[in-house]
Every structure is written in C-alpha cells, then in structure tokens.
C-alpha cells in the first residue's frame, strides 16, 4: 500500500476512534438539574432528588441535582454550564435568560400561570386584613421582610403592588425591609415575632400550613396579591448537540408527561404543589421583565 493511502487509512482510524470516545464521553455526562433555593434544604433534596431519578429513568441519560446557596449563583451557575436545567422564579428565570443566549422556557407548574403571594402578620402587630391594595399604607413604620432579595413572589412582585400603594422599603421600621432568605423562613421570623409582617409565595404558605409548621394564633394572611406568572423549567443551549437530536424536546414532554400514577411521580408532583407541568414560553415573562426593570433588578 502507498504511504499516502496508509496514512489516509490511519488518519480515517483516528478520526474515527475520537469520534467513538467523544459520543461515549457525551453519553456518561450527566444532565445537571438545579433549582433556585426557595425552600429548606432538606425538601429541595427530596424533591429534586427523586426528579432526578425519574428523569434518568425517563430519558436515558444520568440526571445529577446540584444544590446552589443561593438565587444569584442558581442563574450564575447556569450562565457558566455549571447547570443544564433548571427551576427558576419568574425573576430569576428572565435574568438566566438574558444572561444565557439560546436557553429555551419548557414548562411551568398548572399553579404558575396565574400565581400569587400573601402577605402575613404577627398576630401582635397591630395589623389588620386588607380589603384593597391602598390599605397596604398600614404597613408603615412596621418590621417588614421579603424572602430572597431575587425572589418573584417573595420580593419583586410584593415590592411592585406596594410600590402601586405609596409604599416603599424607606418606609418601613429601620428605613428598610429585611430578607429572611427563603419563603419559609419568612413565616418563621413573622411567626416569632422578629419581623411584624412580610410577604412570601402563597403555595409555601398553605404548604406549611398543611404541615402544621404554622400557629394561627401567632401569624395569619392579611393580603392575597393580585395574580402573575412565575416559576418555570429553563434548558440552556447545546444540549442536543451534547444529549442527541430533539433532546431538549425531550425534557420538555417529560416534565408535562408527568402523572401521579407511580409513588414516585405522585411524590414528585405533590413536593411541586402542582398536579401537572404545562408548556410555556418566554413571552409568558415579559410582565415580570418589565417589573424586574422598573424595580432595577434587571438592567
């Protein structure tokens, strides 16, 4: 054989051979699931750790949860490809977004498109039910906490109506509001009496009720918001090319797949809040960018 037709042959084998290793190095990644850290750790792992497992299942491929301290390193992580999927607010899922050219909305909870927070209060504050979102003025003066200072429903969106009433955190005890850090640490600073009122996702709320976490002598919801849209799964980019053809599609059908007709999926769902996923889209969260802007947590 020829030189030239030998070193044809071998340089044909070594293509060949890295295309081989490349698609099974492809093929052994897992898929990075994260979410933003909304709740306890202790019901994050439970629940994105049995979601992992399902996804695996459902797709074939290995599905890691990685935990982020905090919203900001949920939508640093997926910039940098540190995260592949993951659950993001209405707020945080815009700014990963926009951060994240080519990152796709796949699917929202049947509970987000129309969501809400409440607002709470000690019983001893001296605060009583609202009836209109002008009577948020009686909020002055008192001891006020958000959740996560990127929160949609524990933040951004609470910040908005009361921005609509007059209110702002200069008005507040201490000439600022405080951040508890997630929604349910926010009932437990209220509850306790560290803070007179705050605001938080309504769905953590009746969860936390439902779990007997709340003492309705201590702390009760003076004021549901009108509604808006929030939470929702978000894919960053190239992960057909990583996963296969039609791969992101994949995922989406999954998520709005799931039913409660395995212990597994019915646990899934019922850690969610949600008895279903549906399809979404980005300008379902051109809303909360216009919020996100006026309030400068989007620039």
Not at 109 to 122: G, K, L, P
């Amino acid at each position: 054989m020829p030189s030239r037709e030998r070193r044809a042959v071998v340089l044909t084998g070594l293509v060949l051979s890295f295309g081989i290793t490349a698609s099974r190095t492809s093929a052994g990644q897992p898929l990075k699931v994260g979410a933003i850290p909304d709740q306890n750790p202790e019901k994050l792992n439970r629940l994105y750790g049995s979601l992992a497992k399902e996804l695996s299942d459902r797709l074939n491929v290995p599905v890691r949860y990685v935990p982020v301290s905090n919203y900001a390193a949920a939508v640093s992580a997926f910039r940098t490809g540190s995260l592949d999927l993951v659950w993001f607010g209405g707020l945080t899922g815009v700014q990963a977004r926009l951060q994240t050219p080519g990152a796709k909305v796949l699917a929202q909870r049947d509970i987000d498109a129309r969501f809400t927070s409440v607002f709470i209060a000690n019983g001893s504050s001296g605060l009583r039910p609202i009836s209109s979102q002008d009577q948020l003025k009686q909020l002055k003066g008192k001891r006020f906490t958000f959740g996560s200072e990127s929160s949609t429903s524990g933040r951004l969106m609470p910040q908005y109506f009361m921005k609509q009433a007059g209110v702002t955190p200069a008005d507040f005890a201490g000439g600022r509001a405080g951040f508890s850090g997630s929604h349910d640490a926010t009932i437990a600073m209220v509850q306790s009496g560290a803070y007179q009122a705050g605001a938080l996702n309504e769905q953590v709320w009746f969860s936390n009720v439902n779990a007997g976490k709340v003492d309705p002598n201590k702390v009760r919801v003076i004021w549901r918001t009108p509604t808006y849209p929030d939470y929702h799964w978000v894919a960053r980019p190239g992960l057909d090319q990583r996963f296969g053809s039609g791969f992101t599609e994949r995922i989406r059908t999954t998520l709005i797949g799931l039913k409660p007709d395995t212990s597994r999926r019915r646990k899934v769902l019922e850690l969610f809040g949600a008895k279903r996923f549906i399809p979404a889209k980005a300008s379902d969260y051109v809303a909360i960018e216009k919020v996100g802007r006026q309030l400068g947590k989007i620039r």
